[in-house]
Nanobody
Framework: QVQLVESGGGLVQAGGSLRLSCAAS????????LAWFRQTPGKEREFVAS????????YYSDSVAGRMFISRDDARNTMFLQMNSLKPEDTAVYYC???????????????WGQGTQVTVSS
């Protein structure tokens, strides 16, 4: 059973930075496509970024491209999201996700973490 645990969320002022981490266990991490999604109350879950196995390809939503960067360390079974130039509209619960397929931005990932809250104050 794959388990994903996010960490690194918190409160930050607009323009600041945070780095989220997602630690995985229960499977061979390097085989998975990994992604970050986010959700705010009353809205659908939104794709943020994904990274293919072995880091061969990354995808970003238009709203975060150039400000957020996804990476993975397969030796440590950990994925990261470096978030820079944060805006109040980035406030959300951020979830990491994993799937053996190349889902890109599609919301069909098999495994999900519990989420970590990111709050950006203006």
């Amino acid at each position: 059973q794959v388990q994903l645990v996010e960490s690194g969320g918190g409160l930050v002022q607009a323009g600041g930075s945070l780095r989220l981490s997602c630690a995985a266990s229960g499977a061979t991490f390097s085989h998975f496509t990994l992604a970050w999604f986010r959700q705010t109350p009353g809205k659908e879950r939104e794709f943020v970024a994904s990274i293919l196995w072995a880091g061969r390809r990354t995808y970003y939503s238009d709203s975060v491209a150039g400000r957020m960067f996804i990476s993975r360390d397969d030796a440590r079974n950990t994925m990261f999201l470096q978030m820079n130039s944060l805006k109040p509209e980035d406030t959300a619960v951020y979830y990491c996700a994993a799937d053996l397929g190349d889902l890109g931005s599609r919301d069909g990932y098999e495994h999900w973490g519990q989420g970590t809250q990111v709050t950006v104050s203006s």
